[in-house]
């Protein structure tokens, strides 16, 4: 799910992705939890569909803390 995630967001330059979560859980028992978080690890803010409030927040503290502190990330 993770490649599938990153591969998408790169095909279409996303810096952020919502994913309707619960939707996958009848289909492939299971969630995105794990590619989400691996996801935001790599710079690509991603929540599911209920948090994308959140995760526009995130992505602007990310890109504010990055241009007020740019050592402090590694």
Known sequence: MYL???????AHGLDAL???CFD???????TACFALAKLSKDGIVAACEGD????DRLRNYAQLFLST???QMR
Request: proline share 8%; aromatic share 0%; hydrophobic share 55%.
């Open 24 to 30: 996958l859980l009848p289909v492939l028992q299971n």
């Open 52 to 55: 994308i409030i959140h995760a």
């Open 18 to 20: 919502a994913l309707k």
């Open 4 to 10: 599938a995630l990153k591969e998408i967001a790169g």
């Open 69 to 71: 502190n740019p050592g």
